[in-house]
């Protein structure tokens, strides 16, 4: 009687592509798409301003409108706001705006002076909309501003950039625990796959741990924002702020738990950007204390 032979199942194969993806990359071996990125650089700017926040933690919205405006200014490299969102965006583009919505919700703020900001550069009211939960779905957008808020994650380790369009999948338990390597699966998913032309973090008040939800102990005000348009670029400058905050906590090395391996795994399997610090030039303006870069 002959052996059955094993079944692969896609998940067996993702697993194992990604643990053989990261496990080679860990050994110095580089993969085609990883010497593609060696060539270049992905820019990220962070801007801040120590008095965003005043001492009861409220926005002050016209330096909140200034920090905005210089990031766009650093990251496109134009003279102007309007110019720069025009880089980014067309002026018929219906454009969806995706904030963290729960648990350490992004600032209203936020969505506020980037919602007034494109309007000023052209963009018709009505051609800007949510696009975070239903009935609101990306399907009906041209172009996305992802919009996260900085913060740690109990189950993914970093719950910022590429955990943001979970809620997209259809099915966010998969994508949790063992499953968080494939958080970006979802940014290829048809009617997401580039159209993403900036991610820009809310990191007025980042949570290095405990997260989602809102702990004090472990929340500081860093009074910035962090942008650019390689999303895996943005979530990794956003992950060295977090574990230097956290190595500054205990005056010791603290690692993440669980490791964020979705940071590494959307660079190297599912391509999405660079997750290599000496591949990211990253543009400072503003305040300079404690930047933890």
Same mark, same amino acid.
């Given at each position: 009687m002959q052996n059955k032979k094993p079944v692969l199942t896609r998940r067996d194969f993702i697993r194992g592509t990604i643990g053989v993806t990261l496990g080679a990359s860990i050994l110095g071996?580089? !993969?085609?798409?990883?010497?593609? $990125?060696?060539? @270049?650089?992905?820019?990220?700017?962070?801007?801040?301003?120590?008095?965003?926040?005043? +001492?009861?933690?409220?926005?002050? /919205?016209? *330096? =909140?409108?200034?920090?905005?405006a210089q990031t766009l200014i650093k990251v496109t490299g134009q003279k102007n706001t309007k110019d720069a969102w025009l880089t980014l965006v067309k002026p018929n583009d219906v454009i969806g705006l995706v904030p963290t919505s729960h648990l350490n919700p992004t600032h209203d703020e936020v969505v506020d002076v980037v919602k007034r900001s494109l309007r000023d550069a052209g963009i018709p009211k009505n051609q800007i909309r949510m696009a975070q939960g239903r009935p609101h779905h990306p399907k009906k957008c041209?172009?996305? *501003?992802?919009?996260?808020? =900085?913060?740690?994650? !109990?189950?993914? %380790?970093? @719950?910022?950039?590429?955990?943001?369009?979970?809620?997209?999948? @259809?099915?966010? +338990?998969?994508?949790?625990q063992s499953d968080s390597a494939k958080l970006g699966e979802i940014w290829n998913l048809p009617f997401v796959?580039?159209?993403?032309?900036?991610?820009?973090?809310?990191?007025?008040?980042?949570?290095?741990?405990? %997260?989602? $939800?809102?702990?004090?102990r472990y929340q500081w005000s860093y009074n910035g924002i962090i942008a650019g348009t390689?999303?895996?670029?943005?979530?990794?400058?956003?992950?060295?702020?977090?574990?230097?905050?956290?190595?500054?906590?205990? %005056?010791? /090395?603290?690692? =993440?738990?669980?490791p964020p391996i979705c940071v590494e795994a959307a660079d190297k399997v599912y391509g999405l950007g660079t997750s290599r610090m000496e591949q990211i030039r990253i543009e400072h303006y503003g305040w300079e204390k404690d930047l933890l870069l």
């Open positions: 071996f580089k !993969w085609p798409m990883e010497e593609a $990125q060696a060539a @270049g650089s992905s820019l990220v700017a962070v801007v801040r301003d120590k008095n965003a926040l005043d +001492s009861a933690r409220n926005v002050d /919205s016209a *330096i =909140l409108e200034k920090m905005l041209d172009a996305l *501003i992802a919009l996260p808020s =900085l913060k740690a994650h !109990w189950l993914t %380790g970093i @719950g910022t950039v590429m955990k943001l369009y979970i809620m997209y999948s @259809g099915r966010p +338990s998969n994508y949790h796959k580039d159209k993403t032309k900036l991610v820009l973090v809310d990191s007025l008040y980042p949570l290095c741990d405990k %997260g989602p $939800q809102a702990d004090p390689d999303p895996v670029a943005v979530e990794t400058v956003c992950l060295k702020i977090i574990t230097e905050k956290r190595n500054a906590i205990r %005056g010791e /090395s603290w690692p =993440l738990t669980p």
